[in-house]
């Protein structure tokens, strides 16, 4: 059997990891000495209720080399394949991990993959790797398959606030300042070399229209699904999806929380995108 593994980067839930039958890593969040499992003890909703009563931007952690270690062995052990795909090298140390667990086994078996990407973009190259895995093909096929989609993948995020970029260190106070008062939204593309600013949006409303624009401008192939993502705002992004319809963005969509690692950076209310280009 072909196992599917990925990290909590990916904003897959436990439940839909378990409905896909595939393994997650966690990643852990620390807000002082408080240190939490992603997704296992602490949920998205209540770190976005966290988040916005801490005084300090929470830190995280990546998922050590021994938890990989353990992962690879049992499943080899017991004669399956592996494709690991992990959250971009750039943004987190957790593909290197898995990458240093890997080289200790040097298995034909085992295939670990920097997706380049995260969130959505992430999730879309898991949802890709389980179709061709029920398919039948093998975790090469699915390997090389994966890295050829790789550069068609696209993830824009519209953050609402400046307020976490600046307690991250992302943005001077001064930027954050004038941003607030202009009512300005970042956006910013996931991108090889990580989270790349692409533009500034006025206004709340504005932001779903800039979305939308991209997505009727650099169309999404059908054959694969669209992902809209909100960091603990399922109504703005349910609202955001019938938008995309009724625009004509017709497409098959799902839709995420972003979990802790990235919302620390981009707060709650923020909305994002992610599909495959034609």
Known sequence: MVRIITDSLSDLTLDQAKEMDIDIMCLNVRFGDEEYVCG??????????????SPNPPASSAVNPSAFSDI??????????????????????????????ANDFDSDK??????????NGQGLLIYHAVKLRDEGKSAAEI??????LLPRIRVYLVVDTMEYLKRGGRISSGKALVGSLLHVHPVM???????????????????????????????ADPDYPVIIEHSNALDRATEFEKQLIEAGAKYDYKTNCIGPIIG???????LSIGYVIK
């Open 40 to 53: 296992k003890e602490m949920s998205n909703e209540q770190f976005y209720e966290k988040l916005e009563s």
């Open 72 to 101: 690879f062995k049992k499943y080899l052990d017991a004669g399956d394949e592996i494709v690991a795909i992990m959250f971009s090298s750039k943004m987190s140390a957790t593909y290197q991990n898995a990458a240093i667990a």
């Open 110 to 119: 085992l295939f670990v993959i920097d997706s380049k990407t995260g969130l």
């Open 143 to 148: 390997n090389q398959a994966i890295k050829d």
């Open 189 to 219: 593309q996931i991108v090889s070399d990580g989270a790349l600013p692409i533009g500034k949006v006025k206004g709340k409303k504005s932001t779903n229209t800039w979305l939308i624009d991209k997505l009727l401008a650099e169309p």
């Open 264 to 270: 620390t950076h981009s707060g709650p209310n923020c």
